[in-house]
């Protein structure tokens, strides 16, 4: 089968993303700017005896893809920002008891109801710190559809290599605009199966013994091993401690298996970085009016460049230090109060010289206002 | 197979309360689980959060021990991806009706096919004796030292206007007839709600003055009767027990394969 062409949305990106990915159960509840997510699926789940549910809200839908998922389904829900609130509790037990799963929160503007029909890039510290607990996540994001299907897929890829839940931060500019989407052909992107146990019936199954190489192989429930599965510091056998020891070594574990792999987790495009004076970074929505006043800036002969970050969590602060070392000045474009701007301060060896291009009105930022504040912090005025 | 094989013997001994009523619970499930010869590998059991949702570590089951309030959504999930699989939920009163009680009426109306046992002390006990939505009007707990003022529910009742395709109630001095319920429950085709009034006496008992473990249960055999018993309409106030509901409706996963098979048809 050849490459299909569609024009699409961006809520259709991630479903086509998903359903390459090999979607094989969705549960939602409905919200802006998502809720096309849900609708396709309720279509296009069914013909490939794949299930979707709407369920009776969004705590619902994030625990019905966790018990989905133990029997072995790639399992996938999305939502906005009240949904995503509401997802936190559950989002922590995926994450304690290692469920690979995908969370879509399509970012609208908030707090509370917000804005429904507007756009903001405010979840992304929520994304990394809404559960409690100390715990390591992984959150992406894309700038534009072919790129919001490519992350899909990597999201599910990661959840599966991981055995975490991964978010998917778009946004609502993403979710509704209509783009070129070319659909890969089967095979063409890798796909991570889930890894299975190889040990036999009858013999001491440990679902929570890592390997050598910490990857913690499963068996499906209804399979043939029997394991507890709880949001408990547990042991090897799933069953809940809360011996010092034991304590300590899962929650190493759990942070450690997904921060000794930021080189892997990590997916960005860059434009112009490599000599650039003044370095953009951003992310989403935002990075295509920062693309497009680098490329714009360049034809007149400025050293402008972008780091256009897809992984936001684990945060690539290795890759933000030395893509920013060179560069006079460092701006951050972002679609809130400076949050991913805290992250590249923290990264560079230079914070002093990292400023923050954001907007904060619902609306996207135009690449006149990116141009007009990188000029006032060159102290060229405006 | 005996009970004791269904047992995680590894995991004992367990955390309850001597004279707690959950392990009477969990002796006549695994009698009904016994009885009905239910295979170890086809049970799968998801639990919410409270002292009655520990049963599940203790039992050799595909065993799901979730957050609270939400094991029905977790077990939804679960049963419609492997629908040959027998779904158990048992929760506590809190975890089911108070936090959970929006999945509740929902796993309810959706009919999916599983089993929900409402372990009913009227108490928050894992959280140390708190009224719970069960402990009704004029009760004491650590959270109502003057009185508690929050009207009950009627689980049965709610169950059956939510849409539950069967309902029955039992209590833990009644282990026979609770094993047959549970039994009957387990092999009804949809969802199936069975309350059982259990006693905590560490906290309900202890703060309403109920006496001991055993004392609470002879209150059970004293202030319940069978469904039709003519000392219902003589005292009102008495508790009925026995199968409120059981009826035929069309169940959810059963629905969901002729919904892939129009689908497919579409495609
Ligand atoms: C979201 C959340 N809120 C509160 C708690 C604290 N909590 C744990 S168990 C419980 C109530 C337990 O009562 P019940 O469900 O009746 O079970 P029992 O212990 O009586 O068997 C509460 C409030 C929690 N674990 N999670
Ligand atoms: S506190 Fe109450 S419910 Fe909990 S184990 Fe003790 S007796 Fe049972
Ligand atoms: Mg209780």
């Known amino acids: 089968m050849g490459r299909q062409v569609k024009f699409v949305q ?26 096309e997510i849900a609708e396709l ?56 008891a290692e469920i690979p799963c995908v969370i879509v929160d399509m970012q609208r503007g908030g707090p509370s109801t917000g804005l429904p029909t507007k756009l903001s890039q405010g979840d992304v510290n929520q994304a990394r710190w809404g559960t409690h607990g100390d715990h390591a996540i992984v959150a992406m994001t894309a700038s534009n559809h072919q790129d919001i299907f490519s992350v899909t897929v990597d999201a599910f890829n990661f959840a599966e290599m991981y055995r975490t839940p991964v978010i998917l931060l778009f946004d609502e500019v993403l979710a509704h605009m209509r783009e070129r989407l070319e659909i890969p052909s089967p095979g063409e992107l890798p796909l991570v199966e889930r890894l299975k146990t190889g040990v036999p019936e009858g013999v001491d199954y440990h679902p929570y013994l890592p390997r050598e190489d910490g990857r913690l192989p499963m068996s499906d429930f209804g399979g043939v091993h029997r394991y507890n599965v709880t949001g408990l510091f547990h042991d090897m056998w799933g069953f809940p401690t809360e011996d010092p020891k034991i304590v300590y070594g899962l929650m190493r574990h759990l942070v450690d298996k997904i921060e000794h792999h930021v080189d892997d987790l990590t997916r960005y ?26 490329m714009n800036r360049r034809q007149r002969g400025e050293r402008l460049g972008l780091l256009e970050l897809q992984t936001l969590w684990p945060f ?28 590249v301060k923290a990264a560079v060896e230079r914070p002093d010289r990292v400023s923050l291009a954001n907007q904060v009105d619902g609306t996207l930022i135009t690449p006149t206002s990116i141009l007009n504040i990188l000029r006032i912090i060159q102290g060229r005025g405006v | ?60 089951f595909h065993t799901l021990h979730t957050i609270h309030g939400r094991a029905l959504a977790f077990a939804t999930g679960v049963k419609i991806s492997r629908p040959e699989l027998t779904l158990l939920v048992p929760m506590g009163d809190g975890d089911a009706l108070s936090i959970g009680g929006n999945h509740f009426i929902h796993a309810c109306r959706r009919n999916i096919d599983m089993t929900a046992i409402v372990m009913n002390n009227r108490v928050y006990g894992m959280t140390g004796g708190q009224y719970s939505p069960l402990s009704g009007y004029g009760t004491y707990a650590t959270t109502a030292p003057y009185m508690n003022i929050d009207q009950d529910f009627d689980v049965v009742q709610l169950a059956t206007a939510s849409g539950a395709t069967f309902v029955a109630r039992s209590t833990t001095y009644h282990v026979h007839e609770m094993t047959a319920i549970l039994k009957a429950a387990i092999l009804h085709k949809g969802f199936s709600v069975v309350e059982v009034m259990s006693q905590c006496p560490t906290y309900f008992g202890r703060k309403n003055k109920e006496g001991s473990a055993s004392d609470m249960m ?36 059963e629905e969901y394969q002729k919904i892939i098979g129009r689908a497919m048809k579409d495609k």
């Open chain 1, 10 to 35: 961006g809520n259709e990106a991630c479903v086509e993303g998903a359903l390459y990915a090999g979607l094989g159960f969705f549960a939602g509840y409905p919200i802006t700017p998502s809720t």
């Open chain 1, 41 to 96: 699926l309720s279509a296009r789940l069914p013909q490939n005896k794949g299930i979707f549910m709407q369920m009776e809200d969004e705590i619902a839908s994030i625990c019905a893809i966790i018990g989905a998922s133990l029997t072995g389904r790639k399992s996938m829900t999305a939502t906005s920002g009240p949904g995503f609130s509401l997802m936190q509790e559950a989002l922590g037990f995926a994450a304690m």
């Open chain 1, 269 to 294: 495009r860059e434009y112009f970085a490599e000599d650039a004076e003044t370095l953009l970074i951003s992310y989403g929505s935002a990075a295509r009016s920062a693309l497009h006043v680098v």
């Open chain 1, 316 to 343: 690539p602060a290795a890759l933000v230090r030395q893509k920013a070392e060179k560069a006079r000045y460092v701006v951050v474009v972002e679609m809130n109060m400076g949050q991913v701007l805290q992250s």
């Open chain 2, 1 to 60: 197979m005996a009970t004791k094989d269904y047992i995680r013997e590894r995991f004992f001994p367990h955390i309850w309360c001597p004279g707690c009523g959950h392990g009477i619970i969990m002796n006549a499930l695994l009698h009904a689980i016994e009885q009905i010869g239910l295979k170890k590998n086809d049970i799968v059991m998801v639990s919410g959060i409270g002292c009655s949702s520990r049963i599940s570590g203790y039992l050799d």
């Open chain 2, 218 to 253: 002879e209150k059970f055999r004293a202030r319940t009767v069978p469904l039709g018993s003519k000392k219902k309409q003589e005292d009102p106030t008495l508790i009925e027990r026995g199968i409120f509901v059981d009826k035929q409706m069309p169940e959810y996963c």
